[in-house]
């Protein structure tokens, strides 16, 4: 059994470097796509308070497509500059936004969705997956969430190639 305990009153430079610990553990000699973005989904949503969704979209072929996650059920396909999640992967660039109902073509997979996260994970140069936080609270996230989970995606890239 995996026992980690998120420590919610700790700020969130530390919050992100257990959950940072928690995935290396959790994924080091372990091979497996599947099962490494399975339990990471599982970790952001045990630590990142406030989320609604948490969770993976991989390239597939020439669009994204549904991975791992918590969360209500999600659309599957997402075309590359579609969306929050189809910008960050063309884009290659973390995409921060504070408002989706101001974010123009924004995919509103649960209507309580209001601010969102997506980070690109890359690997030797070539975009394997993007990491999808949402939350039902407006501007949710900020600077050290998004270097939170660069650094989460930086880990995991070589372990969901
Ligand atoms: N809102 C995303 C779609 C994915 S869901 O949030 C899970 C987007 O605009 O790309």
């Known amino acids: 059994m995996f026992d980690f305990r998120p420590d919610h009153a700790q700020d969130k430079p530390a919050l992100y470097a257990d959950l940072l610990a928690a995935a290396d553990a959790l994924t080091t000699g372990e091979c497996d796509p599947v099962a490494n973005m399975a339990n990471v989904s ?10 609604n969704w948490a969770g ?16 209500r059920p999600a659309c599957i396909r997402i075309a590359l500059g579609t969306g929050v999640c189809g910008t960050a992967a063309a884009e290659r660039r973390t ?3 504070a408002d989706v109902h101001a974010f123009p073509g924004h995919i509103a997979c649960d209507a309580a969705s209001r601010s969102e996260l997506v980070v690109p994970v890359v690997h030797e140069e070539r975009l394997l997956a993007v990491i999808d936080l949402d939350s039902p609270e407006p501007a ?3 600077d050290e969430d998004a270097r939170g989970i660069e650094a989460l995606a930086a880990l995991l890239a070589p372990r969901i190639a």
Request: hydrophobic share 55%; glycine share 10%.
């Open 95 to 97: 995409q921060l936004v």
């Open 140 to 142: 949710r996230f900020d």
């Open 42 to 51: 599982a970790l952001l949503a045990e630590y990142l308070p406030a989320l």
């Open 56 to 71: 993976f979209y991989r390239l597939i072929g020439p669009e994204l497509v549904l991975g791992p996650f918590m969360g």
